[in-house]
């Protein structure tokens, strides 16, 4: 009579622990609610996503990417466009998707994106509670990583790259597992 336990070695645990924890921050990292990635071709119009709160009127909304140091993409104050305070680069191809910013839809459009435009865009939003009885204003911030490519098509390549690995990783470990298994069969 022989039995045959499926028992982790020590090693083991500590690999399925990792891979455990490897799956969780890929998760987390496709699925961040505060960063989103879009990825486009030259001449599409894109939209920017942004939202602040459904109550209370917009004040204040900056659209800024992160390489352009004072100027901005988009800034609207109090009902006015300062096309002044916007990058040269951004005249005239930049609009509120929303021009009411209904619910606090601060989304805008980029119109005819070229390869120059990839990069980071952060969006900070002001509104004041002025439909509600409570004082105070709040702020939300939010990025979209925009990528303007040729090749066009795709998916994130963090998360392909994330799961190759976890893959991979997961491969590995597998083969080590089964081989513990077996070799305290025989013993
Ligand atoms: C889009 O931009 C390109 C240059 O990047 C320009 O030649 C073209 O006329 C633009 N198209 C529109 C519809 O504005």
């Known amino acids: 009579m022989s039995y045959c336990f499926l028992t982790f070695t020590e090693s083991g645990r500590r690999m399925l622990a990792l891979i455990l924890r490897l799956f969780t921050f890929v998760l987390v990292c ?15 119009n894109v939209v920017l996503q942004c939202r602040g709160s459904s109550h209370g009127a917009v004040d204040l909304l900056e659209w800024s990417r992160t390489d352009l140091k004072s100027e901005y993409v988009f800034y609207y104050r109090d009902g006015l466009v300062y096309d002044d305070s916007q990058h040269k680069a951004f005249h005239g191809r930049v609009e509120l998707k929303d021009a009411q910013m209904k ?3 601060a989304s805008v459009v980029l119109k005819n994106v070229t390869i120059r435009d990839t990069g980071t865009y952060e ?4 509104q004041g ?13 939010s990025s979209v990583l925009l990528t303007v490519d040729k090749g066009g098509a795709g998916h994130s390549p963090g998360l392909t790259a994330g799961l190759v690995v976890s893959a991979l990783i997961l491969l590995a470990a597998g083969v080590g597992v089964i081989y513990k298994v077996q070799s305290s069969c025989r013993s």
Do not use: F, H, M
């Open 123 to 126: 969006c900070r939003v002001i």
């Open 129 to 141: 509670n002025t439909r509600s009885v409570r004082t105070g204003s709040s702020e939300v911030s």
């Open 30 to 44: 496709s699925t961040a609610e505060d960063l989103k990635e879009v990825t486009a071709q030259p001449g599409d």
């Open 103 to 105: 619910d606090g839809d």
